[in-house]
């Protein structure tokens, strides 16, 4: 076999940090990166589909200890988990600065607690958000900055069926709060509360949704429901 150094992606060399992928087969291997900040700074990969077949599920991330790794669903799915009794509700709880592809997650329910605080609810994620980088140009007169987002990205990533319910404005069919997050080539089918949106329930400076299409409906009846629940500084092509 050729050594690692041999290996290449997109003409660099592949590095652990960068390009490998842990692969992950069921629950327990799911479970287990939330032991640590390490693990919640890998990079994981779908191996199968994996059913829950209504069985609990822990979110991956917190908003204490989110996850900021990298994790490819390999055009896997996530099949009917039920996560309840958590503020940050989701198949992830809380993401910052990570990269989510290639994932579905399937029928099931997602429901957080409700009231004051950080209470977040969504079919991939509770919440969702990044840095940004600011380019500063200095001009005798003047200073000039621009501001790029380089937070979380979403590619390829659909809920289907999912019951998700929460507090108002803050649950949604993918993502119930979001900012300084890329959404790109996503759909939502998902079923969302009176408040929520079909694709995320809030959303708060620097959001980018594209090549995405909400069929989600209101819970208990065949409304459609909004695309934003309550959206700020979102930008949707």
Same mark, same amino acid.
């Given at each position: 076999a050729p050594a690692a150094a041999d290996y290449q992606v997109n003409g660099a060399a592949a590095t652990a940090a960068d390009n490998y992928?842990?692969?992950?087969a069921n629950e327990s291997d799911l479970n287990a990166i939330n032991t640590n900040t390490t693990n919640l700074a890998g990079n994981?990969?779908?191996?199968?589909?994996?059913?829950?077949? %209504?069985?609990?599920?822990t979110p991956i991330g917190n908003h204490t200890t989110p996850f900021k790794g990298k994790f490819d %669903?390999? *055009? *896997?799915? +996530?099949?009917?988990? &039920?996560?309840?009794g958590t503020d940050d509700a989701g198949f992830f709880g809380a993401l910052e600065n990570a990269h989510v592809y290639n994932l579905g997650i399937v029928g099931g329910a997602v429901a957080s607690n409700t009231g004051s605080g950080n209470k977040y609810a969504g079919g991939i994620a509770g919440s969702s958000t990044g840095d940004r980088e600011f380019t500063t140009d200095s001009h005798p007169k003047e200073i000039a900055t621009s501001e790029t987002t380089v937070g979380t990205k979403l590619?390829?990533?659909y809920v289907k069926g999912t019951k998700v319910s929460g507090n108002d404005y803050y649950n949604? %069919?993918? +993502?119930?709060?979001?900012?300084? &997050? &890329?959404?790109?080539?996503?759909?939502? &089918?998902a079923e969302v509360g009176a408040y929520g949106g079909g694709i995320v329930g809030r959303t708060s400076d620097n959001m980018d949704i594209l090549n995405t299409y909400n069929d989600a409906t209101v819970t208990g009846s065949d409304t459609k429901a909004f695309f934003i629940q309550r959206a700020n500084k979102a930008t949707v092509t």
């Open positions: 992928y842990q692969l992950v994981y990969m779908l191996a199968n589909d994996i059913d829950y077949a %209504g069985a609990a599920h %669903g390999n *055009f *896997f799915q +996530i099949r009917d988990m &039920t996560v309840s590619y390829n990533v949604g %069919g993918l +993502i119930g709060q979001a900012s300084y &997050t &890329t959404i790109d080539g996503a759909y939502s &089918t």
